[in-house]
């Protein structure tokens, strides 16, 4: 794919990030992270939030959803990156596992610290209904090749 021809990126500031991507580009990249996290054997975390009580058919208005990326945003590193897993529904993250030896951190707690960042941003009544969900893919061997890893997704 041609850097011309990548999504345009959506409206909303995500801190220290960036801005967040549109459905299209995050999968796009959500994609390349996850064929990446395959090859070096290292997990890979998405952080996928939601708000309760409401349709699919109901979007998230525009300030949730840009309170929403500002917490994330405070959540990623610059490796990382934010944007919509569902456009207008589902905003998401993907954390890289980096290559230190630092113990990896689990999904509760990766869960609880993106909560204590959404909540500081938006109000309480959206705060109650909000929902994060962590999944974790990880690289495993097979038992046919352990040249070809194969991941595997884990909800929370």
């Known amino acids: 794919m041609m850097p011309e021809s990548l999504p345009s990126h959506s409206g909303f500031s995500s801190g220290a990030a960036g801005q ?3 459905q ?8 390349i992270e996850r064929r990446r996290a395959e090859r070096s054997g290292r997990p890979l975390l998405l ?10 058919r109901d979007v998230l208005p525009a300030a949730t959803a ?10 990623v590193r610059e490796v ?3 944007g919509w897993f569902r456009e207008g529904l589902v905003a998401g993250a993907v954390l890289t596992q980096g290559s230190g030896t630092a ?5 509760a707690l990766v869960s609880e610290r993106v909560l204590r960042a959404l909540r500081a941003h938006v109000t309480d009544g959206v705060a109650r209904n909000l929902r994060v969900r962590v ?11 352990e040249q070809e890893p ?5 909800g929370h």
């Open 150 to 154: 194969a991941a595997k997704a884990s």
């Open 24 to 31: 299209t580009a995050f999968r796009h990249f959500l994609a």
């Open 47 to 56: 952080v996928l939030v939601t708000l309760q009580q409401r349709t699919d």
């Open 135 to 145: 999944l974790r893919f990880d690289p495993r061997i097979s038992a046919h090749s």
């Open 20 to 22: 967040a991507y549109n």
């Open 66 to 75: 840009a309170a929403i990326f500002r917490g994330l945003g405070e959540t």
């Open 103 to 107: 113990a990896e951190p689990t999904r």
């Open 80 to 82: 990382d990156f934010v």
